[in-house]
């Protein structure tokens, strides 16, 4: 791994936080490019590689000790996606619930429980954090998380504070997506009462009546007939009425086949509901497909930012390290790298695209560092940054 000689430009928006004293910037500034450039993303690992670093122990002090406002931290972080076009949030935009989980090996990981992963699938033992992520045509964020602690709040009612805090932040989107595991009662009610739309997929034992009966959808399903409709492309065998839904009452039910590419696969099949209940079929596909970007900022997260890296024991400490990872990532969505030549970079449509372009910015920093220090022999600068080879 090469040294980060300097801070990544990225990082610049950093210095506008009334959040962190001048101290705690230089902190937020290392711990952020180390998230981003270092390959050890560890406390341990940003202190090392990242030169501008002070010292492991006043990173860690950052993180457990200082005296900084992560609610403070969020809300300004939010104000700086606003500031920018590309990253300022409409009612045209969406918010999405829906939660991950880091996997960890120690028992002393903060509210580290065993859980069912249907990614693996099978069961890990890690944390799991529920997200809500701002989403429209040309960007994707997060706008809060909250750890789930197993014998305490359940699950949706995390959800519902998410969405309450999306609320009093004033985020505009009108439309809410989320999958099975929120798929309640209690979850779209709150949701109606705020004057919000709801799309999300149904369990396929979910009953729907149809014909005077009560039966499952995935039941009804076998008795329906399909009409085939093309959808960005991809051609869907669709079926939608209005129909009461479990306990979720009267609501747009959706059947939806998608053909397969490989005709050894079987199709799959979703069983979307809505409260949208005029909303054509095409638009309930196109809005349930923006799941998919809540995948992507947990995909990127994970394999770029750091996401599950954090070793503390310290409760306080890991929340603070995922709120500066929401910072990294945003400040990323923001395009504020710059390249080799000294030009804004365009907007990026992948987090891979900046995290490359900030490692280009890093090797430069290298390159520009060591030749500016002539009066220093190589022996000299491999001196100072044996640590990293060690």
Known sequence: MLPVTSFLSCTEPIDQLDCFSTRQKHHAKTYVTGLVAASNKTVQGISTHVLPA?????LNKFLTEYDWDEDQLNNERLALLQQANDT???SDGVVIIDDTFTHKTGEQIPNAGKFYDHTVPGYIWGQ??????????????PLAFRLYEKDAKRRVELALE??????????????????ITYCSEEFVTELE?????????????????YGGERIRVDALAKRI???????????YHIWTQKRDVSRLGEVKLLITKKDSSDEDEEPSVKYIVSNKIDAPASHLIQLYAMRWRVETFFR???QDLGFGDC??????????????LMLAYSLLKLGTAHSALGTILARATSLRSEIKRSFRESVENLLSWALTTPSRSTDELMQEIEGIFV
Do not use: M
Request: contains cysteine; charged residues 30%.
């Open 54 to 58: 002070k010292s492991e122990r006043a």
């Open 88 to 90: 300022k949030w409409t």
């Open 128 to 141: 799991n954090l529920i997200y809500a992520i701002y989403a429209d045509e040309k960007t994707t964020y």
């Open 162 to 179: 998410l969405v309450d805090e999306c609320l009093e932040r004033g985020v505009p989107a009108d439309t809410y997506l989320f999958d």
């Open 193 to 209: 009462a705020a004057g919000k739309e709801w799309v999300s997929a149904v369990k396929s034992d979910a009953r729907v009546t």
């Open 225 to 235: 007939d399909t009409v085939p409709r093309t959808v960005n492309g991809e051609t």
């Open 300 to 302: 990127d997260t994970k």
């Open 311 to 324: 070793e503390l024991r310290h409760a306080a400490g890991a929340s603070r390290h995922w709120h500066l």
